[in-house]
């Protein structure tokens, strides 16, 4: 009855984003999103509806768990339908064992939602303020085929490479930002009856946690991963687990909960759990090269970025091939993509912060080479290659890219401005 409810809940939850979006849509609730905490309340001080969303999140994460990600997560609910669709496939992924399902949502959080935020906001005035209008709801949002590829690398293919829930364990962010209320919880499973050891609860869990170790090692579920599903709860068959409540002052906290040992896996689950432990350093370090040289080409954004980094960094020292010959090539188209958008990420880089420094040599050598690389073509570059030109004398090669950005987007009038100065 409990997971029908959740499951009930889930899908109310998506017919009211729905409506949201498309009937009601922002004249009275802007954008419902867990970032806007950090980029409206934390840097500019505007209490909107997506920072009140994460403040009741905060909040009743102190009370209930995770109970947010396991009954109100639409990411959640793609994750463990993707599950739910592999396991009637036949297809059971093995859920991989990491430090950096630690590591990565935490520097996703800090990097691109709280550090940045906050050095604003020192740095800026800071008023508080309530819109519950803005933003717009599509102002985030991505178009219709980076959402597709989004929900599809990041709700399907981690789950199918790293096992269950493998965006919420890997790479959610919010996650990160909900482990320590989620540490203090007052509401947690605990083991309220003797363990027949049948392991069904770790088997039911959908963020693949060892709860039979855990609740016969420490009498409840410390793993702040937990988001309060109930799965295993109610999929107990000797009904040994429960989701109690804990007065606070009588509960028992220890930082060996969560600095613990990665667990031997018992012979009957072993099967289900792959640990790459061994390899978390370097893997870590070419997920962020990956990542970092294709977030926001393209329109790709932060999750979607980190997805492929993850998958192709797996794919590069983990996953086995065939042939060695197929290994070679496999590795060398992947090596090859991201040195290559790497080069573009670093020549856009490059050649604004020189147009802005107006540096207008090595401007147009790194802008001239992003439009040369970058196969989608960008009204804004051109532009500012048109106005380096011109400053520098060329008034040729500053037509033909005022021209070229004319193109692009007709309707942006700076281009048409410098081809009207051009031909006087």
Request: proline residues 4%.
């Amino acid at each position: 009855m409990i997971q029908k409810l959740r499951i009930g809940v889930l899908l109310l939850l998506h017919v009211l984003i729905f409506l949201h979006i498309f009937v009601f849509e922002d004249d009275i609730v802007g954008s419902i999103d867990f970032q806007e905490f950090f980029h409206a309340f934390i840097k500019h001080g505007i209490l909107n509806a997506g920072a009140i969303l994460v403040i009741i999140a905060f909040m009743t994460t102190l009370i209930f768990g995770r109970f947010f990600c396991g009954w109100a997560c639409h990411f959640g609910a793609i994750q463990e339908f993707s599950w739910w669709i592999l396991k009637k496939l036949n297809i059971n992924p093995i859920t991989i064992n990491s430090k950096l399902v630690t590591i990565l949502p935490i520097i996703l959080l800090l990097n691109y939602y709280f550090i940045p935020n906050i050095i604003y906001a020192f740095n800026n005035p800071w008023e508080l303020n309530i819109k519950l209008n803005e933003p717009d709801i599509w102002e985030f949002l991505p178009g219709w085929l980076i959402g597709i590829l989004t929900f599809f690398i990041d709700g399907f293919l981690l789950v199918y490479f790293l096992g269950r829930k493998g965006f919420c364990r890997f790479l959610c962010p919010w996650g990160a930002f909900l482990k320590f209320p989620n540490s203090m919880s007052m509401f947690k499973v605990r083991k309220v009856d003797t363990c027949t050891y049948c392991h069904e609860c770790t088997k039911i869990c959908p963020v693949g946690i060892d709860v039979s170790y855990e609740i016969n090692k420490f009498d409840k579920v410390v793993n702040t991963n937990c988001t309060s599903c109930l799965l295993c709860t109610s999929g107990c068959p000797s009904q040994s687990l429960s989701y109690k409540f804990k007065n606070p002052m009588y509960e028992k906290y220890s930082l060996g909960y969560y600095l613990k040992k990665p667990t031997k896996h018992h012979e009957n689950i072993k099967h289900q759990f792959k640990s790459i432990r061994n390899k978390d350093s370097i893997l870590l370090i070419f997920c962020l090269l990956f990542s970092i040289s294709i977030d926001g080409l393209y329109g790709i954004g932060h999750f979607m970025s980190f997805g492929i980094g993850l998958l192709s960094a797996y794919f590069l020292f983990t996953l086995k091939y065939s042939t060695m010959q197929f290994k070679i090539f496999a590795n060398s188209i992947v090596i090859i993509f991201f040195l290559w958008h790497g080069t573009i990420k670093y020549s856009i880089w490059q050649g604004i912060k020189n147009y802005e420094n107006k540096q207008f040599d090595s401007g147009i050598i790194n802008l001239e080479r992003a439009t040369k690389l970058y196969p989608k073509k960008i009204s804004k570059f051109h532009l500012m290659l048109g106005d380096m030109y011109y400053l520098k004398g060329n008034s040729e090669k500053a037509l033909e890219h005022a021209m070229i950005a004319h193109s692009i987007n007709p309707s942006y009038s700076a281009p048409i401005e410098i081809i009207n100065r051009l031909n006087k």
